[in-house]
């Protein structure tokens, strides 16, 4: 690995015009004199962000080698970038980039020395998906906090800063510098099938406060966090990764609904925004996404919001991107639009290389992209890259998945469990009258590398607060005979928790619960994702949500159901009637306590 003082001289003076915090608008002279010196082909690999395979930049698994091959014509991230001199690499899961800590480290330092050996040897942002909840890409032993619903349903601005800096702080610690981080849309369709709980809530102020104190404890901790999905995916009934959908706000409900988180984000320093795969023909009536909508991105963006920051887009290989125009022009026109970053085409040869001829032809200029370039590298200065980009394993084990860090995501946690529904004062459960517990429900796939199923751990933190659990997995679409045996199961115990997951009408987790019900054994539920799943099951004694499925949340509640501390969150959306969704069954702000 390349010495401090090798990374130093391979910068060329950038560092020391451009110290960490620089604001955007200090002196570029070192910026623009290096970007004179890039040739067309480099500034134009410098605007992407791409997926690779494997753990390693230099030796993959021979399975991610030949992925990389098929998909990207190189074999390595170390090959890749000397290809196409890409400025940033998103990771993934399920491209087999986060095995673990030391491996993500050493991964990130790998790319980080393959970019600097390059002529003019720039540093590259390293960036992922850890919104935490249901979307992240980094699991276990890093910290996981509750997600984006679950800190609305808290309800405090500390409590997100704090999960921002400590997220931050792991992730820096692996060499990851960027985070697609916070979801800043506000959520006020229960059918969203893309947003739901990554949203903070329905209330457009209490969504921009959280956002703005996430983004605060992320640029605390020198990551760059990223607002997203502009200008809001909050109201959509169809999801943007496999349809094109539209927004049907007016311009004066836009302003008072949608934009007020990214107004929050700005004015709070944000250092990338995130674009949607949407169409809003009231900010844009070309029919045209916002990604490629100069209106949108130029005009909106940078002009009304006085943002100018990194204008990263989402993933290029997303549906609502790829309908009207090929993916050939889609790079194209979203750069003529304003976008700084193409984040992850389908293809990044046809994409790199129809860049690069939009330039020789006279259809982008070679300033405009000497822009976007300018931005990138501002915030790669902003970040201290020029000055050290790698990172140690001993900072590793300092920092990720800290005793301290774990014990403050439960504390965290502890405030956001919601209890919607307590008739009769069936929480919290006794020991001595409910002592034999019966745990049944949906075992969706673990998020975000916790140990899961949901079943096994609420049974086995109802255990440590004393109860005798056992656990019958009913699973999201339990068959009749697996209702029948679970009725039998709660007809010998003395209570039954369910977790249930996004119920509803015809679905038969209603089945399971009102059966349950029906045997006279207490029933608590929890709502493991979504909290409208109590609109579909009024009978139903005691009701919480959790608002995720991931280990932090689900001991949060079994501590809760368990008495070992009071439920203390509020909800940050509204719940309807399943009956008439005209009418509000629970309001934003409703939350029993004891």
């Keep these: 690995m390349p010495s401090r003082r090798t990374v130093l001289a391979a910068t060329m003076g950038v560092t020391a015009s451009l110290a960490v915090g620089t604001p955007a608008h200090a002196d570029d002279t070192a910026l623009r004199s290096l970007i004179s010196r890039m040739p067309l082909e480099e500034k134009v690999g410098q605007l992407f962000v791409t997926r690779v395979y494997g753990h390693s930049a230099t030796a993959p698994d021979q399975a991610d080698a030949d992925a990389n091959l098929s998909e990207l014509g190189v074999r390595t991230a170390a090959e890749l970038i000397a290809k196409y001199r890409v400025g940033g690499i998103i990771y993934f899961s399920w491209a087999h980039n986060t095995r673990n800590p030391h491996q993500i480290a050493d991964l990130s330092n790998g790319i980080q020395k393959a970019s600097l050996a390059q002529p003019r040897g720039l540093p590259v942002l390293i960036a992922t998906d850890q919104e935490h909840g249901i979307v992240c890409r980094i699991g276990k032993p890093a910290t996981l906090f509750p997600g984006a619903m679950a800190l609305g349903a808290g309800g405090s601005r500390a409590d997100a ?8 702080a792991e992730l820096r610690a692996m060499g990851v510098n960027q985070d697609y981080s916070p979801d800043a849309d506000v959520n006020v369709n229960p059918a969203n099938p893309v947003i739901g709980v990554r949203s903070f809530g329905a209330d457009p102020d209490a969504v921009a406060g959280l956002v703005a104190a996430e983004v605060t404890g992320y640029q605390g901790s020198r990551v760059a966090a990223t607002a997203k999905h502009f200008p809001g995916h909050g109201d959509t009934a169809v999801d943007s990764h496999t349809g094109f959908p539209v927004i049907t706000h007016s311009r004066e409900l ?8 990214f107004r929050a984000a700005v004015k709070a320093g944000i250092d990338a925004i995130m674009t949607a795969h949407l169409k809003v023909p009231a900010l844009d009536d070309s029919g ?14 940078r002009g009304e919001l006085g943002y100018d920051g990194v204008v990263v887009t989402d993933s290029l290989g997303m549906a609502g991107v790829r309908q009207k125009y090929g993916d050939d022009r889609v790079p194209v026109l979203a750069l003529k639009a304003g976008v700084d970053q193409l984040l992850d085409p389908p293809s990044l040869d046809v994409a790199w290389n129809a860049v690069v001829k939009a330039v020789r032809d006279g259809e982008l200029t070679e300033a405009r992209l000497d822009e976007s370039v300018l931005r990138v590298l501002r915030l790669k200065a902003r970040l201290g890259l020029f000055e050290n980009p790698y990172v140690s394993r001993a900072g590793v084990d300092l920092v990720v998945g800290s005793a301290e860090h774990l014990a403050t995501a439960d504390r965290i946690a502890e405030r956001t469990t919601t209890l919607l529904v307590n008739r009769a004062g069936l929480l919290p459960l006794s020991r001595r009258t409910h002592g034999n517990v019966l745990v049944v429900g949906a075992d969706p796939a673990s998020p975000s590398g916790t140990t899961g199923p949901p079943t096994g751990v609420l049974a086995a933190a109802l255990r440590k607060s004393g109860f005798t659990a056992t656990v019958l997995s009913t699973g999201t679409a339990p068959s009749a005979e697996t209702v029948t045996k679970a009725v039998a199961a709660a007809r010998a115990a ?6 249930t997951y996004n119920v509803t009408a015809a679905d038969p987790q209603k089945t399971l619960v009102e059966q349950l019900v029906a045997t006279g054994t207490p029933v608590v539920a929890v709502a493991v994702r979504n909290p409208y799943d109590v609109a579909q099951l009024p009978a139903v004694p005691a009701y919480l949500a959790s608002y995720s499925w991931t280990d932090v949340e689900l001991r949060a509640a079994a501590r809760v159901i368990a008495g070992r501390v009071a439920p203390r969150g509020k909800l940050p959306v509204a719940v309807q009637r399943a009956d008439d969704p005209a009418q509000v069954l629970y309001p934003v702000g409703h939350g029993l306590s004891y």
């Design 161 to 168: 800063r704090t999960v921002g800096r400590i997220s931050g």
């Design 254 to 261: 836009w302003g008072k609904l949608d934009a007020v988180p």
């Design 288 to 301: 045209d996404p916002a990604t490629l909508s100069q209106p949108i991105v130029t005009g909106v963006l």
């Design 494 to 499: 003395d209570a039954v928790v369910v977790a």
